[in-house]
């Protein structure tokens, strides 16, 4: 069955850097596929992150992340990273990957085929 899994989350200071992946497993890549990047924090909602165009390469932020996030693929892994650079206490969210299945982008309504999650926790 395919399926996301995140990997590379952990305990940062603030400042730091992490770097999060996301791999297609089960026999289906991310090729014609848009793959998008979301956090929640706890009693909040998902929140929107990065996402990226796998044909076009075209990249999509959220607001509060942009200037530090970096979203980028690696196509013969079939994985997608988040480069996350000077991260804040408040970037403190499990983050998950999923992939596009239709409306817009900023909207987690909008992908599906979730993965487990990472947690992400940066400290003052």
């Known amino acids: 069955q395919a399926q996301l899994v995140e990997s590379g989350g952990g305990l940062v200071q603030a400042g730091g850097s992490l770097r999060l992946s996301c791999a297609a497993s089960?026999?289906?890549?991310?090729?014609?596929?848009?793959v998008g990047w979301f956090r929640q924090a706890p009693g909040k909602e998902r929140e929107f992150v990065a996402a990226?165009?796998?044909?076009?390469?075209?990249?999509y932020y959220g607001d509060p992340v942009k200037g530090r996030f970096t979203i980028s693929r690696e196509n013969a892994k079939s994985t997608v990273y988040l480069q996350m650079n000077s991260l804040k206490p408040e970037d403190t969210a499990v983050y998950y990957c999923?992939?596009?299945?239709?409306?817009?982008?900023?909207?987690?309504?909008?992908?599906?085929?979730w993965g487990q999650g990472t947690q992400v926790t940066v400290s003052s």
């Open positions: 990226l165009n796998w044909i076009t390469t075209s990249t």
């Open positions: 999923a992939r596009y299945v239709a409306g817009s982008y900023y909207s987690a309504r909008s992908f599906g085929s």
């Open positions: 089960g026999g289906r890549d991310f090729s014609r596929s848009t």
